[in-house]
């Protein structure tokens, strides 16, 4: 049962979950964008496991597939860095928490 | 089992147990720009199992990329920034957190223990390399022609709208 498709798969659930709980506990603009890239790159490594030990490598369509996850993820790091800046030049600290300008004020 | 599986076997577990490692670290570090490094650390030996998992390609762009562009965006934004240590979360919110995520964690590798992986590896030699690379280059230049297009439409949008962010100003 120990073989290394089995180790991925489970390396991959472990990242995922890993960023799951980095969402769910972290306020910081940063950590939450962290924890969404080892979401992504969860994703991205079950693909290519699948891909390697499930299916023939002759349809690259997984390789190609990732590719295009990495290109995604850099463009939604990009925006998240300057959401980043932005929130620590509007409200002097980095935390999600701290922004209520959607939220209604209750009147 | 033969010595090389087993060097083999070492190898890739060594290289998982690093990537959780890094994974955790990159959570729980309390100081940001430590964060980040664990981040690039765990980006890096992604890209090395893409590699040893015979997507080349996807490994050398992931390191390029990913560990190399992200990564370093990070830091500088980071640099920008005065140095702050994290706002930890209230511990009563962590607990439940961490209660779910060990639930979740439990019944998927139940889960995953009903599928037997099998080991269906194709060879591939050095030789087969260029080969893959001439058909990565012409299923993207052919059949993922007009995803390419809206991959670098998202991306320009991204641009306009990362300058736009930035330069909002307090009132």
């Known amino acids: 049962m120990l073989n290394e498709a089995f180790i991925l798969i489970i390396t991959s659930v472990i990242l995922f979950i890993l960023g799951i709980y980095g969402l769910s506990t972290r306020r910081n603009a940063l950590k939450m964008l962290i924890s969404i890239e080892l979401l992504i790159n969860a994703a991205a490594l079950n693909i290519i496991t699948f891909a390697y030990y499930f299916y023939s490598l002759v349809s690259l369509d997984a390789q190609i597939f990732v590719l295009f996850i990495i290109a995604l993820a850099a463009a939604e790091a990009a925006i998240g860095l300057s959401i980043f800046l932005a929130l620590h030049r509007l409200y002097g600290v ?4 701290v922004v209520s300008k959607l939220r209604e004020t209750g009147e | 089992m033969e010595l090389g599986l087993i060097i083999g076997l070492s190898v890739i577990v060594g290289l998982v147990a690093l990537t959780i490692l890094s994974g955790i670290l990159a959570i729980e570090s309390g100081e940001m720009m430590h964060a980040v490094f664990f981040l690039g650390v765990l980006l890096v030996i992604i890209g090395e199992l893409y590699i040893l998992l015979g997507a080349e390609f996807v490994g050398v762009v992931q390191i390029l990329v990913y560990a190399g562009g992200v990564t370093v965006l990070m830091l500088f934004t980071l640099l920008f920034i005065p140095r702050t240590k994290e706002r930890l979360e209230k511990p009563f919110m962590r607990i439940p957190s961490l209660i779910t995520v060990i639930l979740l964690l439990s019944i998927i590798l139940m889960s995953i223990g ?24 012409e299923l993207l230049v052919v059949d993922y022609k007009p995803l390419i297009g809206i991959v670098a439409l998202v991306i320009f949008i991204v641009m306009i709208a990362s300058a736009y962010i930035s330069s909002v100003k307090r009132e």
């Not at chain 1, 980095?94 to 928490?97: A, E, G, K, N, R």
């Not at chain 2, 037997?116 to 058909?135: C, K, Q, T």
Request: zero cysteines.
């Open chain 2, 114 to 137: 009903y599928v037997s992986p099998r080991a269906a590896v194709p060879e591939i030699g050095y030789e087969n390399i260029v080969e893959i690379l001439r058909n990565i280059a």
């Open chain 1, 94 to 97: 980095p935390d999600l928490d």
